[in-house]
């Protein structure tokens, strides 16, 4: 794809990157194929390659536009172009770009709702109140709001080891909503005699705020993160929200910095780490199992096949899942910004996942496991707690 970018923006690192990105695109289109809001709509701006122009329109013009902002908006980032990409375009990486040019132009704006949602998520304790509070009026709350309520948390018991050289990430949405996952990882751990450690200075991962444009506070929330724990005691930092983890292994590339790529370094999933290790079925009522990989295990991690491997070694059966690839329209605060394309593609993934009559649903991510929990009419788990 030929540029024509401004000279003062190709001098940041940012327009260099965008440019690198932008003529790698060879135009093909293959990446519609697999975009679920393409298939949802059928339309050529709701696709990979339309937003690349639109991208590429904002960024050469200057000046941002509500068509651009619209259509950008409705990107999931489940980043399924990347894996069917030829080419290799960076889509998730042009997307922060296009979405930051947006929002510093005004064009792109956040609802209320998620922007008290990115406060919450940096204050677990305001986010465990608020989610006991609106439980007692859930009536009065939007549906997408409302549905977020569904599951009741089991309090957190684990508290790890101090100076232990494993760190598990609490997460800032899960600690609070499903702390039984991070228990679990710790029960695996221990009865494998594998110390481990949890910090309370960590926050949330800044995944959310990076999504929604606000390029510079992300970063700040990565480099809290960082500065936070001890480089000398801890070498492996496991996380059990694929959402969290995408975002944790790119901190060297947003930050720039020689301490995020040695953060980064440090990052694997659960499933990653738990790949060599053997298993009883926690479930002993369960046998048929329909997996759900969340986009940011898939896509963004480009790990397929761990977890599926570990579930049938431990003695499950997975269903045939139609369209796996495809997102179930979480995304972050995408259910909150787009609850009409949000649910529909929610109600496709979830038919799609019970076509062949499992008992239960397993994922790998708190975000999709709250939202396809509200309407599946069979129990959504973190893959983790069918271990034993």
């Given at each position: 794809m030929q540029t024509q970018l401004p000279r003062t923006f190709l001098e940041t690192p940012s327009g260099r990157r965008a440019d690198q990105i932008l003529r790698r695109c060879v135009h093909c289109g293959f990446c519609n194929a697999t975009c679920p809001t393409y298939l949802e709509r059928g339309d050529e701006l709701d696709g990979p390659r339309g937003r690349i122009y639109l991208i590429k329109e904002v960024l050469e013009s200057g000046s941002a536009n509500r068509v651009a902002a619209k259509h950008l908006d409705r990107c999931l980032t489940c980043r399924a172009c990347e894996t069917t990409c030829p080419a290799g375009v960076e889509y998730g990486e042009l997307a922060e770009i296009g979405r930051d040019a947006l929002r510093d132009s005004g064009a792109l704006k956040s609802s209320w709702i998620t922007q008290l949602l990115l406060v919450l998520v940096r204050h677990p304790n305001w986010l465990r109140v608020m989610m006991t509070l609106?439980?007692?009026?859930?009536?009065?709350?939007?549906?997408?709001?409302?549905?977020?309520?569904?599951?009741?948390?089991?309090?957190?018991?684990?508290?790890?080891?101090?100076?232990?050289?494993?760190?598990?990430?609490?997460?800032?949405?899960?600690?609070?909503?499903?702390?039984?996952?991070?228990?679990?990882?710790?029960?695996?751990?221990?009865?494998?005699?594998?110390?481990?450690?949890?910090?309370?200075?960590?926050?949330?991962?800044?995944?959310?705020?990076?999504?929604?444009?606000?390029?510079?506070?992300?970063?700040?929330?990565?480099?809290?993160?960082?500065?936070?724990?001890?480089?000398?005691?801890?070498?492996?930092?496991?996380?059990?929200?694929?959402?969290?983890?995408?975002?944790?292994?790119?901190?060297?590339?947003?930050?720039?910095?020689?301490?995020?790529?040695?953060?980064?370094?440090?990052?694997?999933?659960?499933?990653?780490?738990?790949?060599?290790?053997?298993?009883?079925?926690?479930?002993?009522?369960?046998?048929?199992?329909?997996?759900?990989?969340?986009?940011?295990?898939?896509?963004?991690?480009?790990?397929?096949?761990?977890?599926?491997?570990?579930?049938?070694?431990?003695?499950?059966?997975?269903?045939?899942?139609?369209?796996?690839?495809?997102?179930?329209?979480s995304a972050g605060a995408y259910s909150i910004e787009q609850p009409e394309l949000s649910r529909q593609l929610r109600q496709r993934k979830v038919d799609l996942l019970t076509a062949n009559q499992p008992e239960l649903i397993a994922t790998a991510n708190i975000g999709c496991q709250m939202h396809m929990g509200a309407i599946a009419e069979i129990p959504v788990v973190h893959w983790l707690e069918l271990l034993r």
């Open positions: 609106g439980r007692y009026m859930r009536f009065l709350l939007p549906t997408s709001l409302r549905e977020t309520l569904t599951h009741i948390p089991r309090r957190g018991e684990a508290t790890g080891t101090e100076d232990a050289s494993i760190l598990i990430m609490r997460g800032c949405v899960q600690c609070v909503v499903t702390p039984e996952v991070n228990d679990h990882l710790a029960g695996l751990l221990e009865r494998r005699g594998i110390a481990f450690q949890f910090s309370d200075e960590t926050q949330c991962c800044g995944g959310m705020e990076l999504h929604a444009g606000r390029h510079h506070v992300a970063l700040n929330q990565m480099q809290r993160n960082i500065d936070a724990l001890d480089p000398s005691t801890v070498n492996t930092v496991i996380s059990t929200a694929t959402g969290c983890g995408v975002t944790l292994k790119e901190y060297g590339r947003l930050l720039g910095s020689e301490d995020g790529q040695a953060f980064s370094a440090k990052i694997v999933d659960a499933a990653e780490y738990l790949r060599s290790h053997t298993f009883t079925k926690q479930r002993k009522d369960v046998s048929r199992v329909a997996w759900h990989a969340p986009c940011t295990l898939q896509h963004g991690q480009q790990l397929r096949g761990v977890v599926e491997s570990i579930l049938t070694k431990t003695g499950y059966e997975l269903v045939p899942v139609e369209d796996a690839h495809l997102c179930c329209g």
